[in-house]
């Protein structure tokens, strides 16, 4: 199998969006390897190309024991760009 390699534009639980040279399609079968940024995990995830547009490949995860670890990575990311007036506000609820 070729390695290629690509660029993360966008990351979910469900796939991410690559800026690549690779000439791939819809359908497309890949096995993806990337870290994350502040994590030195490295993922191993079956894939599928969704789409393609010029030089950006949009790729479903098929489903991995990974994923959970992807999931907590993400919910980090996501309190960290939360203010703090707002994380205030929900800690405080009980």
């Given at each position: 199998m070729q390695t290629v390699h690509g660029h993360t534009v966008n990351v979910s639980e469900g796939g991410m969006s690559i800026t690549t040279v690779a000439s791939l399609g819809p359908g497309d079968q890949v096995q993806l390897q990337f870290t994350l940024v502040g994590d030195e995990f490295e993922f191993a995830l079956e894939s599928t190309v969704c789409w393609a547009?010029?030089?950006r490949l949009g790729l479903h995860f098929r489903s991995s024991h990974q994923t959970a670890k992807l999931q907590e990575w993400l919910?980090?990311?996501l309190e960290e760009g939360i203010p703090e007036s707002v994380r205030d506000k929900f800690s405080?609820?009980?």
């Open positions: 547009r010029e030089q919910s980090r990311r405080n609820i009980s």
